[in-house]
């Protein structure tokens, strides 16, 4: 299939309808709890056939009080893979046991190639106005924005065929108590930035020798730090949206008890009625902007926020790739240096340390064909994650964009509601 | 047909002189179905006049109109075209160049007119305003070095269009100004108005511009006086004590409602701004993309730009339809209300004269002089009262009417945007789903629209 069709669907997306409402899911029902997601799974397994794999993070508990207290989220599972002991169950997991996940995930697989998805990022002011028990819009939203953003971490690491097979992450999703995460506090948000950051300076002040097929990577890597700026602009231009959004509900507000008051003042008794009639409507106005606002955040903000991460766990997975080359030349600059070294004993005349050496030479002999194979693993590994990652991301965008269209829709339609209502109160002036 | 013609003699970034022609028979035109006439720029220009002050222009014994205007920095020359059948004029046919300055002296002198004291006079256009455009153009120039070719044309033209927007309202507002005036007829007789009209030399009126601004203010601070004036006078008659209590409440509540009107109409030319932006940087990702996510991009740049037009129609229908509306009617308000003053004035007078006839009878001195005197007042309250009533009558009922046009008009425009903006989204939704597998490509909960 052509790929820059923008009209094509690859693998198989079952669509459902799509869900508007503003809070974690609160249904008991599990059945219930998976109708409200914006689409099911289907997941392809290594041998090729079809399963279903469905995850919701929802129910924010808080738990404890003050300072201690944390966020509890319910993770539940619907699935039909054989590997999995249930078809349906659910958890409790709290934040830091997402990014324990990381943190194992990340052990494992990176060095093999992987593109690994990255955590939400900590709040420390989000979370402190949580535990302080500030019960305002504000913390509300921030409970919000973190569960959904767990929810889709979730996804897409069980979107990845191999960690799926990861039994860690199993574990993560069917076992009733995890051990405690600890040490998270380096991986997650502007400490993840960091390390990332690190790991490509050393690989910039390293003078590498590449052979042809490394254009690729080279190329591409420089395509993933262009796209990652220019995702960053896009974000802080649908930011600015949410924000201007947010401030036409507040002026729309002011306006509609604005208009309320002129009403009354009105001696024209069918004006009068009209003049109230209008500040209904542009107070109804007020609630659709508000839900606009709503998309405008959670469909296109939140999407441009991740990509923007992931195309840091992108360049991260390249320098890793780096790592893995390094550590092939110093494996075979040692392998050189063992060789002199038995040349020399051979020309000094020292039988009896020559069997050393030559173990010696044996050893690295090997670890370079070991390393020589890894590195040309992890190479067509990173291919490989690159063009699924590069799928994933048409398909992501798309959906995110038709979610938006749907929000826009269902606004205007209820635009039009609103005012052909008026329509025959303004008609009535006389 | 285009019934416009807009032509622009040069648009430099510094000066940007800005030439704005009208057809001629714009003003003239009644009723004009507004549909149609939304998108063309001129159409919902001469429908607004007719909707803000409904009999206008339909006297074929005076026409007026301004069908020409040349923006240069500062300053906004109108052309002033009238057409005529009265004999009190030279010619049947002419034109003359105005500055708002000259605006202004007339509006002064019909005010200061003795005679006009009982008329509602109408409300002297406000100063042509190009801030707004002004500022983004230095924005514009600022960001130069750091935009794409393709989106600094794109700023200038959406810049020069707003510009457009400023210029023709500025133009229509002085337009009005002197079609209430033409359709008076008391005021169409006014001499200095005729004056106005024809005199084709310059009326040497700027020399007034610092004698305006003090007059301005020491003419605030009498108002304000008068506020205590009239509120604190007794009033004998029924119909002007309503008229009072209505029309101080009102003026604050309007203003109000104007200003806040104001307010969530800036936020709505912000989101289409914003959306702007989002294509800008949707493009420019598309651009330096070489996979097959660029179409994706491209198509989704596109999306956004269709969402940012639509939403700029709906900021300057709003803008038009209620915005300016209510700042409209703020200001004529405003000359009720000092019709009400001047009669307040003339009662105090009366009232005082009375009480100088008392006085002169108790002394027996200059008595004839207080009765002529007391007389006089007498007449002028009176005449003031009458006339005051007609006017402030006729108010009441154009005002409903203007309300109501715009009421409507609003809505239908509203209606049919966000029906456009529906149909638009539909049609991308389609688009970007149809080929999902099997039954799924008609979503199930597109069947509702």
Not at chain 1, 250 to 265: D, E, H, I, Q, R
Not at chain 1, 379 to 397: I, Q, S
Not at chain 2, 107 to 117: G, L
Not at chain 2, 315 to 326: F, I
Request: net charge neutral.
């Amino acid at each position: 299939p052509d790929e820059g069709d923008i009209f094509s669907e690859e693998g198989s997306y079952v669509r459902s309808d799509v869900h508007h409402t503003t809070n974690g899911l609160h249904s008991d029902e599990e059945l219930d709890l998976f109708t409200g997601i914006s689409l099911h799974r289907c997941t392809m397994t290594q041998s090729g056939d079809q399963f279903e794999l469905n995850i919701a993070v929802t129910n924010p508990e808080k738990i404890g009080d003050g300072m201690n207290a944390y966020m509890s989220y319910k993770v539940s599972t619907q699935t039909t893979l054989p590997m999995f002991l249930n078809k349906m169950f659910s958890v409790r997991r709290r934040f830091s046991d997402f990014l324990g996940l990381y943190e194992t995930i990340s052990a494992k697989h990176s060095l093999l190639g992987c593109i690994i998805p990255p955590p939400p990022q900590k709040s420390v002011v989000g979370m402190t106005k949580v535990k302080v028990g500030k019960e305002d819009s504000s913390s509300a939203e921030f409970v919000e924005k973190r569960r959904a953003a767990l929810e889709r971490y979730l996804q897409r690491v069980v979107a990845h065929p191999s960690l799926l097979q990861d039994p860690d992450v199993r574990e993560f999703l069917e076992r009733d108590e995890l051990p405690r995460a600890v040490n998270t506090q380096a991986l997650s948000g502007p400490g993840l930035l960091k390390m990332i950051n690190r790991a490509s300076d050393a690989v910039n002040k390293m003078t590498i020798k590449m052979n042809e097929s490394d254009n690729w990577f080279e190329s591409k890597l420089q395509e993933v730090e262009n796209e990652e700026q220019l995702l960053r602009r896009l974000h802080a231009a649908v930011d600015s949206l949410v924000n201007h959004r947010k401030e036409l509900c507040s002026n729309t507000v002011v306006f509609s008890k604005s208009v309320a008051m002129l009403g009354s003042v009105e001696e024209n008794s069918a004006l009068s009625r009209a003049l109230s009639q209008l500040a209904e409507v542009e107070d109804k106005m007020e609630q659709l902007h508000q839900q606009q606002a709503f998309s405008d955040f959670f469909i296109l903000a939140e999407l441009l926020a991740d990509y923007v991460r992931l195309l840091g766990a992108v360049r991260y997975c390249f320098e890793q790739r780096m790592k893995v080359w390094q550590r092939l030349q110093e494996a075979q600059s040692t392998l050189q240096k063992k060789r002199e070294a038995e040349a020399k004993l051979l020309w000094a005349n020292k039988p009896e340390k020559l069997q050393q050496a030559k173990d010696d030479i044996n050893e690295w002999e090997s670890k370079v064909s070991q390393y020589e194979r890894d590195f040309e693993r992890v190479t067509c590994t990173v291919r490989k994650e690159v063009l699924r990652f590069e799928k994933e991301k048409a398909r992501d965008f798309k959906q995110h964009i038709v979610k938006y269209l749907e929000s826009l829709l269902h606004t205007q339609h209820r635009l039009v509601k609103c005012w052909e209502a008026f329509l025959p109160e303004a008609k009535a002036i006389a | 047909m285009k019934k416009n013609v807009y032509s622009y003699s040069s648009c430099i970034l510094e000066t940007l002189p800005l030439r704005v022609q009208q057809s001629s028979f714009s003003s003239t035109f009644p009723g004009k179905r507004l549909g149609q006439a939304a998108w063309s720029s001129e159409g919902f220009g001469s429908h607004w006049v007719r909707s803000v002050s409904v009999d206008l222009n339909n006297d074929a014994s005076l026409v007026i109109d301004i069908p020409d205007a040349l923006c240069e920095r500062d300053k906004v020359k109108f052309t002033v075209h009238t057409k005529t059948t009265l004999s009190s004029f030279q010619k049947p046919e002419f034109s003359v160049p105005r500055q708002h300055e000259e605006f202004i002296w007339l509006h002064d002198t019909i005010v200061e007119t003795e005679e006009y004291a009982g008329l509602i006079i109408p409300p002297a256009p406000p100063k042509p305003d190009f801030e707004g455009p002004r500022e983004k153009m230095h924005k514009l120039g600022e960001g130069e070095s750091s935009m794409t070719k393709e989106e600094y044309a794109k700023m200038k033209q959406e810049l020069e269009a707003e510009y457009l927007a400023v210029f023709k309202k500025t133009v229509q507002v002085h337009e009005v100004f002197l079609q209430r005036l033409s359709s008076h007829p008391i005021f169409r007789k006014d001499r200095n108005f005729q004056i106005f009209l024809e005199y084709d030399q310059d009326l040497s009126v700027r020399r007034k511009n610092a004698k305006e601004m003090f007059g301005g203010f020491f003419k605030n601070m009498v108002k304000s006086a008068d506020e205590v004036l009239i509120s604190g006078v007794k009033e004998v008659d029924e119909f002007f004590e309503q008229e009072k209590t209505f029309l101080l409440d009102y003026s604050s509540k309007i203003k109000d409602a104007s200003a806040k009107a104001e307010k969530m109409t800036r936020s709505h030319k912000n989101v289409a701004d914003d959306y702007n932006h989002i294509s800008g940087a949707l493009n420019s990702t598309a651009a330096d993309n070489n996979t097959a996510f660029k179409k994706h991009l491209e198509k989704y740049a596109e999306v956004f730009e269709k969402l940012r037009k639509l939403e700029d129609r709906v900021a300057s229908d709003q803008e038009l339809k209620l915005t300016e509306l209510l700042r409209y009617y703020t200001r004529d308000i405003q000359a009720a209300k000092d019709l009400l003053y001047r009669r307040a004035r003339a009662l105090a007078d009366n009232e005082n004269s009375n009480k100088a006839l008392d006085k002169a009878r108790l002394k027996g001195k200059d008595i004839a002089q207080a009765e002529e005197n007391q007389k006089q007042c007498l007449q002028k309250f009176d005449k003031l009262s009458e006339s005051g009533k007609k006017e402030l009558t006729s108010f009441k009922a154009r005002r409903v009417v203007a309300f109501r046009k715009n009421l409507i008009e609003m809505t239908e425009l509203e209606i049919k945007h966000a029906k456009v903006r529906r149909l638009k989204c539909c049609v991308y939704h389609y688009m970007f789903t149809r080929q999902c597998s099997g039954s799924h490509g008609k979503p199930g909960n597109m069947r509702e629209f």
